[in-house]
């Protein structure tokens, strides 16, 4: 049951989200507006989630338990993801992305240690190229990061 639940509120938040990207303008291809991204965004996330929520509630309902319900995995996820907007106010956006991203794949049971923080490193450094370095977007940085950016001829 908790399964369809789930199921049910993405996919709720991705038609809001998909209500939301209608609101900005989407321009063209050869113009986009502020809206292009997020609309492509929003449709591909309605076809994942319909698509999921389709053979969630094709599925039979599983039964559930009070132990499945009280675990310590969702409290973590909500935790860390409260937790990051404040370390991104106190340290760059390496450190904050890093630390954050090992916590919910060790929280979500994903590989081994060293598994999770390769995979964690490499996420991040991929994330910060591409909004820092290829769009432009202003991150909370320190000195690695300028460094990086310098090095990419993308920042001063």
Do not use: C
Not at 37 to 45: D, E, M
């Amino acid at each position: 049951m908790k399964e369809r639940i789930v199921a049910a509120a993405i996919l709720v938040f991705a038609l809001v989200y998909a209500a939301g990207s209608l609101a900005l303008k989407v321009g063209t291809l050869a113009e986009p507006g502020a809206g292009q991204f997020p609309a492509l965004i929003a449709v591909a996330l309605l076809a994942v989630v319909g698509v999921h929520a389709w053979r969630t509630f094709r599925a039979p309902a599983a039964e559930d338990s009070l132990r499945g319900w009280a675990r310590l995995e969702p409290a973590g996820v909500a935790a860390s993801l409260v937790i990051y907007p404040v370390l991104l106010r106190t340290v760059s956006f390496l450190a904050a992305t890093l630390v954050v991203l090992f916590v919910l794949f060790r929280l979500l049971g994903f590989k081994r240690n060293a598994t999770s923080f390769a995979t964690a490193l490499v996420a991040t450094l991929v994330s910060f190229l591409v909004f820092a370095g290829l769009l432009g977007v202003v991150l909370p940085s320190s000195a690695v990061e300028q460094s990086i950016l310098s090095v990419l001829g993308a920042g001063g």
